[in-house]
RNA sequence: GCCGAAGUGGCGGAACUGGCAGACGCGCGCGACUCAAACUCGCGUUCCCUUGAGGAUUGUGGGUUCGAUUCCCACCUUCGGCACCA
């Protein structure tokens, strides 16, 4: 048998076997040890492209090797189908949302599949399904049941080119502008949707459950930005309360005036009538600031005096109250007290307004006057001018640790002055999204008895078909002529339906839920299923999702648990985040770039293995990088030889002396490196591997060793050992040329054998003074006074060794012997 | 400014306990095959020079060590996140 590699050919035809085999089935096998590995779900978007095959096929090799070890591995794949790109391609169109969506749905299945990836098709969820929006509905009215969903007027974040709010999370970068579509977004005050994320805060920051990538643990703590410290009452002069949240307590002897939002609600009041005129000014330019941009960091300081005053209750002292919009209503109280000789910005406002600044901490040997003093001292030392605090240590330490904070919290709540207090950045989930392409918000105002959910008897609120796509800033459900009425699920009168969707981030946050039971329709996903599924132990996909969807999902886990709807409270036990295929000039690939790479091209010029095989070989995994057009002629070089190997004749006759020791060696030694990088995720140096030991092979095979009774085995188990990364040509070589039974994929994951591993001889590497000078072959069990003989009197390390003083030797057993003169 | 990640040949990268730097692949060079080319196969390929039992070399500079890509300190560059967060 010398048949050509076809790959097409095979391909396709063991695709489709498979799937008429229902070879990848995952059912629930109480026998077996589960393994749940989950990809992000794509976006369909209408064509596959290389980000898709980057984050989907090595995960699927990962899956197929665990699988092949034994578990019974459940890796399904969905859609996020609900979203802007729809909507929009029906605005400029004139397409159903609808049909945009399922038309691309089509296409990107049948481009999976073209992959050979082992997805469970029977368990794909589509999110923009009734069936499956349904139960997206029914946890919005769990979370408003259980106090986790609230409705607020507040100032909140627009993308004008979207015409919708978005969360906080979906705003990036320095220029705040839209995650989606890159445009700056603006402030408007409305009421809206949100979740209590912020109740969670504290365990959001709590990773001990999990084996989640740093990266992403610290992308998520920053967000969370817990800062630990005390919340301190101040008295306006009028004795109004006017607290303000400080991580420096032990400052308070320094404040030297204060410093309210522009929009602080007291600012009307502390306003003296000198001063009306200017503070309305600052208010008024500082309002339409926010509404443009607000502020850059390294601009001038600008403020009013309001012509109040505050009380400073640790010692009484009279301090200025000024507005400044370096103080943001929506942090802490929107209030601060300023203590600018600690404190870089207040500093900086101190000295452009030539207000009072008073030292209260020092480190030894120094003296600082308020007057003289360059810059804000951050540092530690010791308090000073701080009444009966005066000596106490402040360190570097945040919060409780450090010594000088956690005496003056302890004074002030006993004082009833203040008590501890925590602060965060992080705010809670806006959902409310006004668009039409999501799941309507089941909830219903009545006039009299307010907001009060869907009945779970009429869910889904099933979207209408029959709606105009006009970006008019309003959601298209309310320009609907009878979509909302409706009647009070309370009192029977006529009211309205909430007309807003919902963020998709919120569909995204549970479909690895629904995966355990699409069908279900007795509650968002079946027990049973949930009890052997969940949790997921391996969770891939890219990082940009860091602070938005995996913070989500995390909020969403912890909020059922205590909703009562399931356990667990992390949905995913092990996160790996693969990288970006860039394009070959290096940028982000993009049509109007035009350096994208079509992936349905390269299946059909190279075939999915080779492609397959290239993704998971041409970069760090984690890390990505350029496409290289020539790069994938290695790995598809690597097939043929592969395919070369097994259908060309046996040559020679019998093996020469040692060929089946050392190809044994070195087939159980990659087996082990194999084997341990796909526990670690590292797929580029599992296709290397594999290449050297495909190189020995065929070294092997030209000095005889297919002549050998052994020769079969070795065959079947480097087939294995391909089979996670290439399904097809391993499938076709197991089973039509070596004659094996049906399927490889159906095969037990080889172990490595230790003591074939283990080598007789070593290469003892001879140093003089840690310089390589030789290299002897030698026993592996040589004695360290047998290699240090041999090392001193090697060939290659005399001459050096001539006339010299041996200090010292270092043998390192079976690796180098080093000869220090 | 703060937080994080990464810097190794022409390129992607490897080196998993501190012990042979550059595995594997791309590219490149030489050779075989061919009328020729492509494919394929074989050999070579870190750099430098005065070409040898030579020297240098893992972003830069220090340190620890018999020995450092690996550990420590300082700095530089690139990328990502946050950004007046009190």
Not at 280 to 308: C, H, M, N, P, W
Not at 521 to 545: A, C, N, R, S
Not at 679 to 705: D, P, W, Y
Request: with cysteine; hydrophobic share 35%; net charge negative.
């Amino acid at each position: 048998m010398s048949k050509e590699y076809n790959p097409k050919e095979i391909e396709s035809k063991w695709q489709k076997k498979w799937e008429d085999d229902g070879l990848y089935q995952a059912n629930i096998d109480e026998s077996r040890k589960k393994f749940y590995a989950l990809t992000m779900l794509p976006y369909p978007s209408g064509d596959l492209h290389t980000g898709h095959w980057y984050a989907i096929a090595p995960s699927d090799a990962r899956a197929r090797f665990k699988r092949m070890q034994g578990y019974n591995v459940m890796f399904p794949i969905g859609f996020d189908a609900f979203g802007l790109p729809a909507e929009n391609a029906a605005i400029a169109r004139g397409i159903h949302p609808r049909e945009w969506t399922y038309k691309n749905i089509q296409n990107m299945r049948s481009q999976l599949k073209r992959m050979g990836t082992m997805v469970d098709w029977r368990r794909e969820m589509i999110s923009s399904d009734p069936k499956y929006y349904r139960w997206t509905q029914w946890f919005f009215i769990q979370l408003f049941k259980h106090d986790l969903a609230y409705r607020k007027y507040s100032p909140v974040d627009w993308c004008p080119q979207c015409n919708t709010t978005l969360a906080r999370e979906q705003v990036h970068g320095d220029d705040r502008h839209c995650e989606r579509c890159s445009t700056p977004v603006i402030k408007k005050d409305l009421e809206q949707w949100f979740f209590k994320t912020t109740n969670y805060a504290d365990e959001l920051i709590d990773f001990s459950q999990i084996d989640w990538p740093d990266r992403v643990k610290t992308l998520q703590t920053n967000w969370v930005g817990r800062s630990e410290g005390a919340d301190v009452v101040f008295k306006t002069e009028d004795g109004d309360d006017l607290t303000v949240f400080t991580t420096r307590p032990d400052t308070l002897w320094g404040a030297t005036f204060m410093v309210l939002a522009p929009e602080h609600l007291l600012v009307d009041k502390v306003t003296t009538d000198e001063q009306k005129e200017a503070v309305g000014k600052y208010r008024e330019d500082a309002i339409l600031k926010t509404e443009i941009q607000r502020a850059s960091v390294d601009k001038e300081k600008t403020g009013v005096f309001t012509g109040g005053y505050a009380i400073n209750p640790v010692n009484g002292v009279r301090i200025p109250i000024w507005i400044a919009d370096y103080v943001m209503m929506g942090y802490g109280f929107g209030a601060i007290m300023a203590v600018p000789a600690h404190d870089e910005r207040d500093f900086a406002f101190a000295r452009q307004f030539e207000l009072e600044i008073i030292p209260v901490i020092q480190p030894e040997g120094e003296s600082f006057d308020g007057k003289t003093m360059p810059e804000a001292y951050v540092g530690p030392g010791l308090m000073i001018n701080s009444a009966q605090f005066n000596g106490t240590a402040v360190t570097d330490d945040k919060g409780r640790k450090n010594p000088g904070l956690d005496k003056v919290i302890d004074w002030l709540e006993k004082e009833g002055l203040g008590k501890e207090a925590i602060s965060y950045k992080l705010r809670d989930w806006l959902i409310s999204r006004q668009r039409y392409w999501g799941a309507p918000i089941p909830m219903i105002y009545c006039e009299d008895c307010g907001w009060n959910p869907v009945p779970d008897k009429d869910l889904p609120v099933v979207l209408p078909d029959d709606v105009e796509w006009l970006p008019t800033g309003e959601s298209p459900l309310k320009l609907h002529p009878t979509w909302k009425d409706t009647i009070c699920p309370k009192c029977g009168k006529a009211a309205i339906r909430e007309t807003d969707t919902m963020d998709t981030f919120m569909c995204s946050s549970w479909y690895h839920l629904r995966y355990l039971s699409p069908d279900y329709d007795q509650g968002p996903f079946d027990p049973k299923e949930y009890d052997y599924w969940m949790p997921v132990d391996l969770y891939t996909g890219g990082i940009e999702h860091a602070t938005m969807h995996l913070m989500y999902t995390r909020f969403f886990h912890k909020a059922l648990r205590d909703m009562g709807v399931t356990e667990g409270h992390e949905p995913m036990t092990m996160l790996r985040n693969q990288g970006m295929v860039l394009g070959e000039d290096g940028e982000k690939m993009s049509k109007s770039r035009g350096n994208t790479v079509a992936p349905d091209e390269l299946v059909n010029k190279y075939g999915a293995d080779t492609v397959r095989s290239y993704l998971m070989f041409f970069a760090r995994w984690d890390l990505g990088g350029p496409w290289n057009s020539q790069g994938i002629g290695g790995t598809e070089r690597w097939l043929y030889r592969v395919w070369t190997l097994y259908t060309d004749p046996a040559e020679g006759s019998k093996p020469a002396d040692g060929v089946m020791r050392d190809i044994k060696r070195d087939l159980h030694t990659a087996l082990n490196n194999i084997t341990r990088d796909y526990e670690q995720v590292e797929f580029n140096t599992i296709i290397s591997t594999l290449m050297e030991l495909l190189n020995n092979l065929v070294l092997a095979k030209r000095n005889g060793a297919a002549n050998s009774p052994e020769w079969r085995g070795i065959l079947e188990t480097y087939l294995l050992m391909i089979a996670p990364a290439v399904p097809h040509i391993a499938e076709e070589l197991w089973t039509e040329v070596l004659g094996n039974e049906y399927s490889i994929h159906t095969q037990k994951w080889p172990e490595a054998d230790t003591e074939l591993m283990a080598v007789e001889e070593i290469t003892l590497i001879v140093q003089v003074n840690g310089k390589l000078r030789d290299r002897i072959v030698v026993p592996v069990d040589i004695t360290r006074e047998d290699a240090e003989k041999t090392a001193l009197a090697s060939p290659g390390a005399a001459p050096y060794l001539e006339g010299k003083d041996i200090r010292k030797v270092i043998v390192v057993p079976g690796r180098l012997v080093n000869i220090v003169i």
